[in-house]
């Protein structure tokens, strides 16, 4: 069963608040349901190319096709932080999931677009 804690989040918080600073982003890390660590990433000089709305979800890898070269390299280190640790024995093809916890990067939300600051 997926589970996250508040204290894993206090361990890995500093290197990701490491990372948004070197991109100049502005966002926060929140944990959901005891099960996924979020990161909520609110405004930046990247263009992440958000959809009409103002807002984009990455839940699953990064489409490596859709991003500049600096928001996929900003969007790997910190998927890669996120997962440090992690472990996905899924099988997809039986409906079975087995992972140590869910990521979820939120960029801008439903109420509250990512702002572009350039």
Known sequence: ????????????????????K???????IAVENYSTL??????????FDVNERGYNVIMHPINKNKYTEE????LLKLQKIMNQGNHDNSDY?????DVGWYTTINIGSWEKPYVLKK
């Open 93 to 97: 093809m039986t409906d079975y999931y």
């Open 71 to 74: 928001a996929e390299s900003c």
């Open 38 to 47: 979020v990161i909520n990433i609110r405004e930046g000089n990247i263009d």
């Open 1 to 20: 069963m997926a589970y996250f804690s508040q204290t894993q989040k206090k361990e890995i918080a500093p290197t990701i608040r490491k990372i948004l």
């Open 22 to 28: 070197q991109y100049g982003l502005k966002g926060s």
